[in-house]
């Protein structure tokens, strides 16, 4: 059974959900899956990633995976 409720994400990125399960479904124990479908397309890089590609520009083209490694590699050491 899928039940599918379209909500409102706000900027505190909660969410609170009361579902009325139907009777069809037994009482006890289950497993509740939740996929999250954005409707509006997120920002190509967000301010953050921005910066951080404008720090490391020096290094030449580099990618998101390149930067999360390197800041990695300095808790690694």
């Known amino acids: 059974m899928t ?3 379209t909500v409102e994400i706000t900027d505190s990125r909660r969410l609170h959900l009361d ?3 139907p009777l069809e479904i037994p009482a006890g124990k289950a497993q509740v899956e939740l996929k999250v479908i954005p409707f509006a397309k997120p920002e190509e890089k967000s ?3 921005r ?3 404008g720090i490391l ?3 030449g ?3 998101i995976q ?3 490694d ?3 590699a300095r808790h690694l050491r």
């Open 3 to 5: 039940i599918t409720q």
């Open 19 to 21: 579902l009325e399960i």
């Open 47 to 49: 301010p953050i990633t």
């Open 51 to 53: 910066e951080l590609t």
């Open 57 to 59: 520009s020096d290094l």
């Open 61 to 63: 083209d580099i990618s």
């Open 66 to 68: 390149q930067i999360r």
């Open 70 to 72: 390197e800041r990695l």
